[in-house]
């Protein structure tokens, strides 16, 4: 949700110290107001997705400013990956996003943290991830005010329990991901 200045700055710190990579779903108007961190992230070999410009509901506002809402975002952020706030979306909007001229990748995920949840604690959102990852999942945390605490706690669980079994952690990629789907 980020860029932040400070709560993203804290993940990079994190990612460095475990040599990580990671891709970073960001709002247009985070990238807008927070260009040097926005830069940081790419400048230090890091992914980027379109998270739309405001970060829109999908199912609260109408498909076609969701979908303006879109393409503002990709202004700013040079990606053809996109991850839908709150993770819904219609079967037309998946059809407009992926085959229009807005022509990005969907990108859900395997694990959801938790972290943006208030009725979970920082230990569950770490449980949550290490109960459940697995090789090539797709994990997802929030660089955002509100979920600050807990996500650091829990990502730097995260690297520190997979780097010991031996794991890497790479960002995605537009190409990887078209790989997989065709393997």
Not at 31 to 49: C, P, R
Not at 130 to 150: N, P, R, T, W, Y
Request: net charge negative; charged share 20%.
């Amino acid at each position: 949700d980020g860029p932040h200045p400070i709560i993203t700055e804290k993940v990079l710190n994190l990612l460095q110290t475990y040599n990580a990579k990671a891709s970073f779903f960001c709002v247009g108007t985070n990238v807008q107001k927070f260009a040097e961190t926005y830069a940081s992230i790419l400048n230090q070999g890091h992914g980027v997705g379109n998270h739309t410009m405001q970060h829109l509901n999908a199912s609260k506002v109408g498909d076609r400013e969701y979908l303006h809402d879109i393409r503002a975002a990709k202004q700013f952020i040079d990606s053809k990956m996109f991850r839908p706030p709150y993770g819904k979306l219609s079967s037309f909007l998946q059809k407009q996003i992926e085959h229009s001229s807005i022509d990005l990748k969907i990108v859900m995920w395997s694990i959801l943290s938790g972290d943006f949840d208030p009725d979970i604690t920082a230990e569950k959102c770490k449980d949550n991830v290490l109960l459940h990852a697995k090789q090539g999942d797709i994990i997802v945390f929030h660089d955002s005010e509100k979920a600050a605490e807990k996500m650091l706690f829990a990502l730097e669980a995260t690297l520190k329990y997979f780097s010991q079994q031996g794991f890497s952690f790479q960002a995605l990629s537009y190409n990887l991901l078209d790989e997989q789907l065709n393997n």
